[in-house]
């Protein structure tokens, strides 16, 4: 068995599962291929290669490793190679984020090289071969969008199809209007379902599901970060004193609204720099409760959070996962997260969501009990658990 990850830079987001399966696979059966180096604002937030190890290396689209792994996983759009490997009957997986990030969304079918690409890749998801890892539920819907859409329903020229979906590594997806049928939600859950486009199966009900659904090649993925220092499984509420916000200062990051919707009581501590700083410096000018930090590198920011109460990740849709939010949950913290985005979107139960730039409703969340999650199966051990069941099984499968 020979797995090969291609992807663009080496991250910290991705090393902590490829150790996993080096561990299971073997050094000489295990390799991460990356195709660019890092930026210096990377190596400043903490980001390193892993470079001396041997499985890890440069490389690109050419490397014999690509043409001879039994599976290859790539999170790089590499038609070239995808082309020959499913010619050869090989197995293939693509990892992605969403299709139609803002801000503009589905007007990226309009350009003809764009739908030509999404076309390939719906010829592709016809082979028994190829798997599409969408990471999170919102990639999942758009490529669901682009299936449909050459598929000819054309009400996904307007929307996205309504889901339910299991919120586990490799968790299936079905249509709504099919959970609904087999009794797996509840009425709140179906209304929020229909609100929304899409609900969490509870766990109660994850092996109730009679029909795979029209996407048996989708699993459900994500980033999962290295184990936390935490071994908090405790749901119960947090007192809210501190509230931590970690990254680039970009304006689909929406960092304002957190500083729109901070109660008087609470205080709110900023890492990180970028071109909206200004912006959001002026904004909380006449707060006393917003603190600004530089960037601490990424060991550091998880010894932070044991010094603060609550993460928000209040990104838009530009925000393809965001994985601090995984980190914050290995951490035990206390978590918010807007409904656009894909790690808050895919791990949280709805009472941890609220809609990006909406201030109203984060200030009417934040003056509840907030429970901490806990990470639950969206770490590195079932990651890797659920890769090695699905080698196994197509491998042995042919």
Known sequence: MKFTLLTNVPSPHRLPLARELVRHFGEDEYRYIYTDE???????????????????FKGDESSPELREATLLFSTLRSMEVFDKRLAANKLTCYVSERWFKPPHGFLRMLSPSYRRMARRFVNYLDSKYFHYFPQGIHAARDMMRIQGLFHGDFSCIFNAPKVAFEPKPGGRIIPLEQAIRENLLSPQEI??????GFIRISPEHWNDIQKPGPWPNYHLWGYFVAPGNSSTTTVEPRTLKRILWVGRMLDWKRVGTLIQALPDSMVLD???HGPDEPHLRNLASRNNNVHFHDFLPIKQVRGLMHAHDLYILPSDGGEGWGAVLNEALEEGMAVLASLE???????????HLFHAGDAKELLSKLSSPIPRPGIGKWNVSKAANYLIGFCNRHVSQG
């Open 341 to 351: 985005s894909g790690s808050g979107a895919t791990i949280l139960p709805p009472e």
């Open 270 to 272: 900023l890492y990180g």
């Open 38 to 56: 890092l930026e210096s604002q990377r190596y400043d937030m903490g980001w390193q290669t892993a470079s001396s190890e041997k499985w890890c």
């Open 191 to 196: 209304a929020w379902g229909r609100k929304h």
